[in-house]
Every structure is written in structure tokens, then in C-alpha cells.
């Protein structure tokens, strides 16, 4: 069963900082890996997808990056500023799944003080 | 709007009554998505249709949960005889498959369940 894990659960930078978000999966089989921001109460914001023959995608200030063989993504957010304050979320589409849904983990809650 | 929609955002019931839900996809998708999220969890799938076919359900989806996609283009989710843990935001998603497994999932707003 895919698992999928996000470190740290919660972090809080004053604004300007770079930060990287980094993310977990223990099956490699899968065919792309999604970055998605939650704002509270709120739906999902995808923010980049990266195919699983990709090796980054990148939006503005914040790239993504996946190595599949070792099951790892990060995503790093330049110049930190309080709008990015949020959960983001890590989700990859896996072959077991039958390229179907989603396996999600538990997020990255965000704090960008000014 | 061509996102995603979800109808109520917010729905509080008492134990035992029944509640539905609605999602409207993107306009041209052909599957659609139902999850569940409880507080400081990440989303987990419930099931997925491809146009009217309901293709997979997870074991979360007790006999309670019912969903349907009748024209293949909006779908509901009924809950019968609700209980405290069924308490969530339930989210839609919706993604075209197109000549590939290619499968960016688009969501919607959420649909926030307190069952009291």
C-alpha cells in the first residue's frame, strides 16, 4: 500500500525566507506526483504536477523536484511572503492505483510572519 | 466559473439523517472524484466514476455512502443515517482522460459536514 509522508508538519519562517517542503512515498510505481496548497476550510490548489520522467517543474517561485527511485519530492518556495502562509499538500498517482487516485499525505501547514 | 462546484459548502445535520451532496465538474471532464478529509489528515479517495460508470470505490465507502453519476456529468453523494464520525469536508474532483493515463485532478471548494 502506497504511504506517502510530509516533513516538517508545520513550519513557520519570517518572510523572505527559502524554504523547501519535502515529501515521501514508498512505492516508486507511480506515474506523477502533484503539489496542491489548502487554504483553512478551504479546497485543494494545485500548484505544479510532475510526471514521473520528469525530474522538476517549476511555477513562479516555487520549483519542484522528484526522484523517483529514491521516492522523495521537494518543493521550494523562494522569497516566503505572508500569502503563501497555508497547508501544502503532496499527493502521487500510483500504478496500484490503477492510475486512478490519489494518495495523499498529511500536509505541510505553513506560517510566512511578516 | 469553469472550475469546479460543490453544493452546499457547509451542511450541520443531527445523528441518523440523511444528507446529499452535489459536484459539478469541469465542463468537458470525464471523471470525477469523491474524497474525504478530517481535520489534520490529508484527503483520502473515496470512489470515481469515468462519464455515468462508477469505477472504484475505496473500503471507506461503507453501505451508508451512495453515489451517482447519472448523465455523466454531475454526480451526488448521499450519506444515509449519519453518524458523529462521518464529520468532514467531503471534496470533488474532476480530470479529463485523454489519449493516456495523464491525470491532473482538479477539486472544488469542499462540502463541510457536521453531524451533531
Known amino acids: 500500500k502506497q504511504e506517502v509522508t510530509q516533513i516538517p508538519a508545520a513550519l513557520s519562517v519570517p518572510e523572505g525566507e527559502n524554504l523547501v517542503l519535502n515529501c515521501s512515498f514508498t512505492?516508486?510505481?507511480?506515474?506523477?506526483l502533484q503539489w496542491f496548497r489548502q487554504d483553512p476550510g478551504k479546497g485543494l490548489t494545485s500548484l505544479l504536477l510532475i510526471q514521473s520522467s520528469q525530474r522538476e517543474q517549476t511555477s513562479g517561485r516555487l520549483n519542484a523536484s522528484l526522484d523517483k527511485s529514491s521516492g522523495r519530492s521537494t518543493l521550494y518556495i523562494a522569497a516566503s511572503q505572508p500569502g503563501d502562509s497555508a497547508t501544502y499538500l503532496c499527493a502521487v498517482l500510483a500504478a496500484g492505483s490503477g492510475y486512478s487516485t490519489l494518495t495523499f499525505g498529511k500536509g505541510t501547514m505553513l506560517l510566512v510572519s511578516p | 466559473d469553469t472550475g469546479v462546484s460543490q453544493d452546499p459548502r457547509h451542511k450541520i445535520t443531527k445523528r441518523g439523517q440523511n444528507v446529499t451532496f452535489r459536484c459539478d465538474p469541469i465542463s468537458e471532464h470525464n471523471r470525477l472524484y469523491w474524497y474525504r478529509q478530517t481535520l489534520g489528515q490529508g484527503p483520502e479517495f473515496l470512489t470515481y466514476f469515468q462519464n455515468e460508470a462508477q469505477l472504484e470505490k475505496s473500503r471507506l465507502l461503507s453501505d451508508r455512502f451512495s453515489a451517482e453519476r447519472p448523465k455523466g456529468s454531475f454526480s451526488t453523494l448521499e450519506i444515509q443515517r449519519t453518524e458523529q464520525g462521518d464529520s468532514a469536508m467531503y471534496l470533488c474532483?474532476?480530470?479529463?482522460?485523454?489519449?493516456?493515463?495523464?491525470?491532473?485532478?482538479?477539486f472544488g471548494p469542499g462540502t463541510r459536514l457536521t453531524v451533531l
Open positions: 474532483a474532476s480530470s479529463l482522460l485523454a489519449g493516456g493515463p495523464y491525470n491532473e485532478q482538479f
Open positions: 512505492d516508486s510505481a507511480i506515474y506523477n
